[in-house]
């Protein structure tokens, strides 16, 4: 039964996230996330969360279908929660997209820990490379600066 309703949440989550992906902010993307998923949501509206505003969401990811972005999104959620300094946290998307995110020594802001990080992606095996800093608020929401 457990299995069965991971699976569905998992699936109604996908949806919302393509059906969002068309006409939605950012922002409203993660909050509705995290709605749809219940109390299960928490992961995948941090992972979201970090598309607002942050690299994916700029110009080199546009050319990433939604499977492949929200792999690039699961790599720089793991980067930055417990990726090694300097370590490459790859990802394989779809239609020959990968990628990797190498995350930087973490530092504090006031109360919030904070991580620069930088996110390669590979299209038709031309690399794009952008950069980007984010704190974890205490929801464990990744909130991008730049």
Not at 30 to 37: E, L, P, R
Not at 118 to 137: F, K, L, M, W
Request: charged share 10%; with cysteine.
């Amino acid at each position: 039964m457990r299995k069965l309703k991971t699976s569905f949440i998992a699936t109604i989550l996908a949806g919302a996230l393509a059906l969002a992906g068309c006409q939605a902010s950012n922002e409203t993307i993660g909050q509705a996330t995290g709605a749809v998923a219940g109390g299960t949501g928490r992961i995948a509206a941090t992972i979201v969360g970090a598309l607002a505003g942050g690299v994916i969401g700029g110009a080199i990811g546009r050319g990433l279908d939604t499977r492949s972005k929200n792999a690039a999104l699961t790599a720089e959620y793991n980067a930055l929660e417990r990726g090694p300094v300097g370590q490459p946290v790859a990802w394989q998307g779809t239609n020959g997209t990968y990628g990797q995110v190498v995350p930087q020594q973490p530092y504090q802001v006031g109360s919030q820990n904070c991580r620069r990080y930088t996110h390669t992606i590979y299209v038709d095996g031309t690399p794009q490379e952008a950069s980007g800093t984010a704190c974890r608020n205490p929801d464990g929401t990744w909130q991008p600066l730049n």
